[in-house]
């Protein structure tokens, strides 16, 4: 079974500066993908960035890289030059690439909060 | 592109009332469409995998005949709540897989607001 640890169920930053979400998952898979989803007071969920498992590269996505660390089956979303707008709550997901229906499996989530 | 639309956005009903929820993939075709609940600052939950042409795959503890659910084409996945009651009460959110993209990739409906009186 697959399951997705985020352990910060909350997070404050001021705007302009560095924050890092942290998720450990669990999976005996080796070949899978991982998400950071991005749902704000609108409640509209919004992809953040993606990480393909094979991929040994950090993704990075203007001011959202990602710090992926298989082995330990850590990955972790780094949002830079913080702004008001990135506050939202952001979920860590998990599918594995096999998957015939693509089940996604989400962590309990992590509300950011950006202040001025 | 990759748009997911649900309908409607909110809904208020009486108690032993039934309500249809919508959700079409507007510009892509979707053999796989999910359907989500979420509680208020809690994760989604999935509570259905439904497929087009077949019947609806149902997690653990989700009472099918409760929350019926017809995937009839490949851009519309209905969800009807049966007999609501208030503790259905919940915010509702589908997701469509595009299978011709890569990542195995899911994309959201903007979720239904369902409030049972």
């Known amino acids: 079974a697959q399951t997705v640890t985020q352990s910060q169920p909350e997070m404050s930053v001021q705007e302009a500066e560095t924050v890092t979400l942290s998720c450990t998952y669990d999976?005996?898979?080796?070949?899978?993908?991982l998400f950071w989803y991005k749902q704000p007071p609108s409640r509209q969920m919004i992809l953040v960035i993606r990480?393909?498992?094979?991929?040994?590269q950090n993704a990075t996505e203007n001011r959202f890289s990602v710090n992926f660390q298989k082995a330990a089956k850590s990955f972790s979303l780094k949002i830079s030059d913080s702004q008001l707008g990135d506050t939202a709550m952001y979920f860590c997901?998990?599918?594995?690439?096999?998957?015939?229906?693509?089940?996604?499996?989400f962590g309990r989530g992590t509300q950011l909060t950006v202040w001025p | 592109g990759a748009v997911v639309s649900q309908h409607p956005s909110w809904v208020i009903c009486k108690s032993g009332t039934s309500v249809k929820i919508e959700c079409r993939s507007l510009d892509f075709q979707a053999t796989t469409m999910f359907w989500y609940r979420q509680f208020p600052k809690q994760s989604l939950m999935l509570m259905a995998t439904s497929n087009e042409g077949s019947k609806a795959t149902y997690e653990q503890g989700v009472e099918k005949d409760k929350f019926l659910i017809n995937h009839a084409s490949l851009t519309l996945s209905t969800l009807t709540v049966t007999s609501a009651h208030p503790e259905d009460s919940s915010f509702y959110i589908c997701s469509a897989r595009d299978q011709e993209r890569a990542y195995n990739e899911q994309f959201f409906g903007p979720g239904t607001r369902l409030t049972v009186l």
């Open positions: 999976t005996s898979e080796n070949n899978y993908y």
């Open positions: 997901a998990f599918v594995d690439r096999g998957s015939t229906l693509g089940r996604l499996y």
């Open positions: 990480q393909e498992a094979y991929k040994q």
